[in-house]
């Protein structure tokens, strides 16, 4: 009789013992879990979060600077607008000038010359003050404007036409041998100085060639 209840509780002891060790192993099992999973959230948070940001940000970045060069074109696309309609608007007014002068023709000087006529050109306005001495020099006011007052007697536009000759002709009085760039039209244009106003075209001859190439 007494083996048999400490067979009993023997059975009981060993019951219990692996109850405990079953729980045991489950809480750890558990714990482990636990921990795996939070490890995985916390790697997803700052190893996947920032990517987004810097997409993001290079994205943005993309836009402004797409946003930038358009930007930039316009303006650029403007002022070249802008230039060429100043170009054409000086052209225009430098021709319909050039159209509205009564002109009449005269005798030529010489026989390169195909037709010759004056007008009632007006002077060109000048920039000069004071007592006024011809300079002949390149680029000098006085080739600017003797320039600007054949282009506007000859119809060429300034910045197709070649001057190829200027040479004085009295006191303030020259004598300009221009052409266009094809060198199609070739032109002798006589001009003089008036004070304060500026050069003013008397005469132009249409020239069979170039004579001063």
Request: charged fraction near 30%; charge should be negative.
């Amino acid at each position: 009789m007494k083996d048999s209840k400490d067979n009993k509780k023997n059975t009981r002891s060993n019951k219990y013992d692996k109850e405990r060790k079953t729980i045991k192993i489950l809480t750890v099992a558990v714990i482990i879990a636990a921990l795996v999973v939070i490890g995985l959230v916390v790697m997803s948070l700052f190893s996947g979060g920032d990517e987004p940001q810097e997409v993001t940000k290079e994205s943005s970045s993309v836009i402004i600077k797409d946003t930038e060069s358009s930007k930039q074109s316009e303006l650029t696309s403007s002022e070249a607008s802008s230039e060429s309609s100043e170009s054409e608007s000086s052209e225009s007014e430098e021709s319909q000038e050039s159209e509205s002068v009564e002109t009449k023709k005269t005798e030529p000087t010489d026989e390169n010359v195909t037709e010759a006529y004056t007008g009632d050109w007006k002077p060109v306005e000048t920039e000069q003050e004071g007592e006024h001495t011809t300079n002949f020099n390149d680029g000098s006011q006085d080739r600017i404007e003797i320039k600007k007052a054949a282009s506007v007697a000859t119809g060429l536009n300034e910045s197709d036409m070649i001057e190829w000759w200027v040479e004085n002709s009295g006191e303030g009085q020259v004598v300009a041998t221009v052409s266009d760039s094809a060198q199609t039209k070739n032109y002798r244009v006589y001009l003089k100085w008036v004070d304060d106003q500026g050069w003013q075209p008397t005469k132009v001859e249409h020239l069979k060639e170039n004579d001063k190439q």
